[in-house]
């Protein structure tokens, strides 16, 4: 995918450093979700990185899972498309650019998070502002290089906190999608950017 890879790292590594939907529904906090959750993966890879680095696509399921519960596609896609285009959208076609974007996000995340199985998670703060959630963290990816900050931007969803959008070191997630994908949506169609997504994947 020739959009998506030239995100940074940075952008990247957050958001699969987050846990097992297992570690999510044993947690009360936003804070915990991420924390405790973060262990639990790093500890899944270090058990299994052989695996995962002979043959990744056996990672991808376990991704899958962990992006599933803790990440509102919803919010993601009208962020990236704008309300009225996310408005006008039928529920459809609404569903396979979820699919896509997901299934194209967990190829990226599961080749990230194997080569930075060692990172570490620290809290620095969390507070709670008109319905939002910031957790701020710091992460060290080790090997030399220096750590950096990440805010996670949690919101409520059907009761549970999912993620919808990630800074890291003041780079948006979700700002360097749109960036990326809506001059293609502009010019193309979100149709027909969902059918590339959709044949990448």
């Known amino acids: 995918m020739k959009k998506l890879k030239k995100f940074s790292l940075a952008l990247f590594l957050p958001l699969i450093l987050i846990g097992t939907p ?9 804070e915990n979700i991420i924390l405790s959750a973060a262990n639990n993966l790093f500890a899944d890879v270090e058990r299994n990185k052989d695996v995962y680095v002979n043959d990744i696509s056996s990672f991808y399921g376990r991704v899958d899972e962990i992006l599933t519960p803790i990440i509102d596609f919803d919010i993601l896609i009208k962020s990236i498309t704008g309300k009225k285009k996310y408005n006008d959208m039928p529920v459809e ?14 190829r990226i995340y599961a080749k990230t998070i194997v080569e930075y199985a060692n990172s570490k998670i620290t809290i620095i ?6 319905g939002f959630y910031l957790v ?4 060290s990816v080790g090997k030399g ?17 999912k993620i919808v959008e990630v800074v ?10 749109r960036k990326s994908l809506l ?9 027909s950017v969902v059918s590339r997504l959709e044949s990448e994947s």
Do not use: C, H
């Open 145 to 161: 290089k220096p750590s950096f900050q990440v805010i996670y931007v949690m919101k409520k969803s059907s009761g549970s906190w």
């Open 93 to 106: 076609l609404k569903n396979r650019f979820k699919l896509a974007l997901k299934n194209q996000l967990i």
């Open 183 to 191: 001059p293609e949506i502009e010019e193309n169609g979100i149709e």
């Open 136 to 139: 701020k963290t710091e992460l």
């Open 22 to 30: 297992i570690s999510y529904a044993d947690s009360t906090t936003p």
């Open 125 to 130: 703060s969390a507070s709670e502002n008109k």
């Open 168 to 177: 890291a070191n003041g780079l948006r997630l979700v700002k360097s999608l």
